[in-house]
């Protein structure tokens, strides 16, 4: 029933969403409004930025330092920031750096925002809160807009975002990532423990064609592989 749901999906759903998203379009969210130009990952269609986001609003948030890696539209730094959060987003992706600043200028939200490939630009410092949803799809991106879909062949994505994780964190801080079960679990499992950390899931939800979980990441001895 699964891989038949997913076979319409691609079949039915997919070329009619690609058409949709080739032109910019509004999207608002509990009154956040964001605006999405093409080649940047929309957050109403993809169950996974909603799944972190509902996640994020049960956690203590005010005042606290709070990094998005991969930022996209904004809709998860925008609401965290709401929450009193102090925020600052990322991408890779210029085309997101530009629906970022337009987007926070557009909520009156303050966010400080860096166009950096992972942690390359952000100036080195300990966060309270890391958050990600990352690009899990095992395959070489193109381009800036496909890094949010392709983690790489052999999973480089992870193997950077672990290798430096422990630059930019305290002994308190939380860091989220949210996965889905059509990615390549086990090989995300041993990027992080190459590097000394370990995946607890803390919160799954299934929908009609996946299951999503959000994995808390600790240091290997704290953590639970």
Known sequence: MKRALKYLAGRFYRPLLVK??????TYTFK???????PGVFHPGFFFSTKFLLRFLERQPLKGRSFLELGAGSGLISLSVARQGAIVTATDVNPQAIGCLQKNAALNACPLEIIHS???????RQPFDIVAVNPPYYRKQPANDAEKAWYCGPEGEYFDDFFSDLGLYIHSR?????????????PMI???AARYGWALTCVY??????????????????KGIL
């Open 31 to 37: 009154g956040i409004r964001v605006q999405v130009p």
């Open 189 to 191: 499992y041993r990027q």
């Open 173 to 185: 801080s939380d860091v989220w990532m949210v996965l889905c079960d059509g990615c390549d679990l």
């Open 204 to 221: 799954t939800r299934h929908n009609l064609v996946e299951k999503n979980y959000i994995f808390q990441i600790t240091p290997l001895s």
């Open 20 to 25: 949709y998203l080739s032109l910019e379009r």
């Open 117 to 123: 490939d992972l942690y390359a630009d952000i100036p």
